[in-house]
């Protein structure tokens, strides 16, 4: 709004205090409710890292509905992955009845009415049909011996068939075409991952294949150029001047030319001769001249340079999960914020109490058909358009599914049609057939993200590969890390990134002697809910373990707010020993270092009236922390003996 500071910080406390208090009673009627439901369903275990786990899960579902104003099973699913809360195996006759994620859902939905959306047919039976397949001993031996391997060998063996027919004009690949090569295959790569020695064989090959690669378009040609005859021959007067005067400026020009000139040859009727290409050899030379003889030119070679180095650093730092990471986002947020919309839709078709009967009715009339609408838009959103607009999701699943139903399309055109026609005028079933079969290849996409997700949820917390047991907590908007929050990335960086803002605004001010209070007010709000943010995260992530150490030998706990800069953030808790007139002051500061954040633990106050075991229990609370926030724990361990202390 268009007022001056003072009033927007005047008016704007109240409203804020306001807001916090609508918020906790909300929250207060939602927790115990969700509270319940996790416990009917039995999701995490009794104990202290459960109960632990239980508020974790409870507090991040209410943040959840208190920005979305919904919760889904998709999102409890996603969660207890994200967490890394691993349901326990999946006993017999939980087969019929359902595991603790479907108890879960049967229980939310009458204890969050018109907050709580149960599962879709095709999420919820999906993952109902996996669970016996990822739940349980025999059913992961059975996909890791021959489903996997067999799925891999037919992926592998069908896209190597579609990239050799792009390439070659005729069929020259006929023994591909029979099972025998994908039974084989797939043995093959059962044995490979299931065995010792299949394993130390395929690092060999795979440190073999790298390598030949890396000298043939990396490593080798600087090499050669350093190869005595080569080094010799370019350093002839003669080969210098051609290399400088000629070849240079046209290697250079024709590097922007070459998609130019790629579309000129495919559009000629006839491949051109030696002289039709003397034009473009001309052109390409006169503009490699002007980069390199010119200085407009050499400062926008200059910059090119740059740009692209920036680049490749970036490719360096981020690596290809910083570059799927982003896109996936994207679509994530994308379905999510259709989501929301139909949902308001809904709330908005719900009865209200101070409204007319006439209102009440013609909105019961409405619901009904919003209601069938609102699933079949999901319908195919979800399962059918994202998976076929995600370039993720589409290559080479979805890719691979259009090539795997190309049969069946006659079959599937004429049985929708006839299925819809009864329903609706031809023109309209026609164009509903047409759209339905051009997108159903997506839903191949589907079906192999949801089957991750729910491999992820039997599999992510017993031992499975490549899993960590303190996984780091996801707090940002994005779902960062305290880590990702720190570092620079695409989708990360949040407090470097803000205080960047900051200080621009200010040079800018400075610079242009046209101060802008509101622009600083917005820039420090940010600030300050990243630092509430945090608040919240050390609260619950560090507070709670800390006031259930030392079994009472704590009066109090105190956990201040944290300070944060540009690349470091700085968390203050206060211990009140019972025995002890001082506090007890833990100060940790958490760095970027070269792959993660990096720790440093301060103490200070009357620690020696702290037993043994409430030291190592406060230190082991501690490590959990820092591995919640992503951090590396240094490799002596955390130990409060080993803290100077001072009084």
Sequence with gaps: MPWPVEDLNRFGAPLQQLTTQISERLESQLRPRLAGALETAGLVPPSARGRLAARRLTDAMANLIRRRQHLKFNDVRDLLNQDALSLPDLRLAEIWEGDHLGRFDAAAAPALPGVYQPGAFYVKGLQRLSAPLFGSRNGRCLLRLAVLPGLAAWAAIEVTRLVWKLFTPFDLYPALTGAWPVLLLGAALSATVNTRRGRVAAVLTWRLATGLIRFLFITGLPRFLRWPPVVWFLTRRLVRTLLDRLLAPLALGLLPLLPVAALWSLAMPQAPGVTAWLPVLALAYAFGTLLRDTPAGRRR???LVTGWRRFLDLLRQERLAGLIAPVMEFFKQATRALTEGLHRIRTRLSPRLEERP?????????????????????????????PQTNPIKHFPVVTLGHKLMLPFL????????????PLLPDPLAVSLVAVTVFLLPGLFGFLFWELKENWRLYGSNRGAVGTDPVPAARLGDHGETVAALVRRGFHGGGLPKAFD?????????????????????????????????????????????LREACGGGLNAVIIEAPRIATQSVVFHARLLPANAALPVTLTLRLTPGEQDLVCALIGDGPMDTLSAD?????????????????????????SLNEIRCTH
């Design 501 to 545: 803002r900051l200080r621009q605004a200010l040079d800018r001010q400075v610079r242009e002697e046209t101060p802008n209070p509101h622009e600083l007010r917005r820039l420090l709000r940010r600030l300050d809910d990243y630092r509430a943010l945090l608040a919240r995260f050390a609260e619950r992530e560090l507070g709670g373990p």
């Design 614 to 638: 409430c030291r190592d229990q406060i230190a082991a609370a501690v490590r959990w922390f820092v591995r919640r926030c992503g951090a590396q724990v240094p490799e002596t361990g955390i």
């Design 358 to 386: 006439g209102t009440s009715v013609l909105k019961a009339l409405a619901a009904l058909p919003w209601a069938f609408c609102e699933a079949v838009v999901e319908f195919y959103v979800v399962v059918l358009i994202e």
């Design 301 to 303: 070679l200059d910059d």
């Design 410 to 421: 006659p079959a599937l055109s004429s049985g929708l049609f006839a299925a819809t026609s």
